[in-house]
């Protein structure tokens, strides 16, 4: 099936950092990517969507200069955490659909563990 | 808007018992429905899914019915194993643009099996 992999699966770094997140769809071209968030024993909350070659669209109370996102290509969205601080540390999950499959409209990458010192 | 009402958990159960987690779902028009399932630590994998009114999903011996008339998708399991243990989520998707579907999920239930 449909493989997307996210990398890191983990970071640890200082505040202030800016931390880059990548997430590929290795055997389709992913027209639409999400990112998600997920707290500890809570759901999964979007964060944006971003289509190739034009703007992500964030959703409410997401800060677009905090969180930026980048779908350069049709198989690589990147998430950039901006300077970083503890309040940003979570789960992240990113997701990859294509045009041509609604039947499962997104594939999940195994997430990254961002923890802020 | 949308959205996705599941039993809270969490749900521990033995080894060899049935599951049913309960899903209900409000949505305009013809929903898909899914559900995923979150071992720990990892990301989001899909478990079964159901396009339209009576389907029923199945895999791995979990099945799911579309029932359009209580608008829900209970999950269930007819002999649960402690490989089961994970966090599971219903789901619903709606048209998104430019070609792509954007989930609405429910809170998850996390699912515990002991020996």
């Known amino acids: 099936g449909a493989v997307v992999s996210q990398h890191p699966s983990w970071v640890i770094c200082k505040s202030g950092t800016s931390v880059k997140i990548e997430c590929r769809s290795l055997?389709?071209?992913?027209?639409?990517m999400f990112w998600y968030r997920q707290f500890p024993k809570q759901s999964l909350m979007l964060m944006a969507t971003?289509?190739?070659?034009?703007?992500?669209?964030?959703e409410q109370g997401v800060e677009k200069d905090k969180f930026l996102i980048n779908h350069a290509s049709l198989t690589l969205s990147t998430l950039t955490v901006t300077s970083a601080h503890p309040e940003d540390s979570s789960f992240y999950i990113c997701?990859?659909?294509?045009?041509?499959?609604?039947?499962?409209?997104?594939?999940f990458g195994d997430g990254t563990r961002l923890s802020i010192l | 808007g949308d959205s996705v009402t599941q039993m809270e958990g969490p749900v521990t159960l033995s080894e060899e018992a049935f599951l049913t987690i309960n899903c209900t779902y409000t949505a305009t028009g013809y929903p898909s429905l899914f559900w995923y399932v979150q071992y720990p630590g990892e990301g989001l994998q899909l478990l079964l899914k159901a396009t339209k009114a009576d389907d029923k999903g199945s895999n791995k011996g979990f099945e799911a019915t579309y029932r359009k008339e209580t608008t829900s998708f209970h999950l269930e399991k007819g002999s649960v194993q402690v490989s089961d243990s994970a966090v599971y989520f219903c789901a619903l998707t709606r048209y998104s643009g430019a070609g792509s579907y954007q989930l609405t999920f429910g809170k998850g239930t996390k699912l515990s099996v002991i020996p």
């Open positions: 997701s990859a659909a294509s045009r041509r499959n609604s039947n499962q409209p997104q594939h």
């Open positions: 971003s289509n190739e070659g034009s703007k992500a669209t964030y």
């Open positions: 055997d389709f071209q992913a027209t639409t």
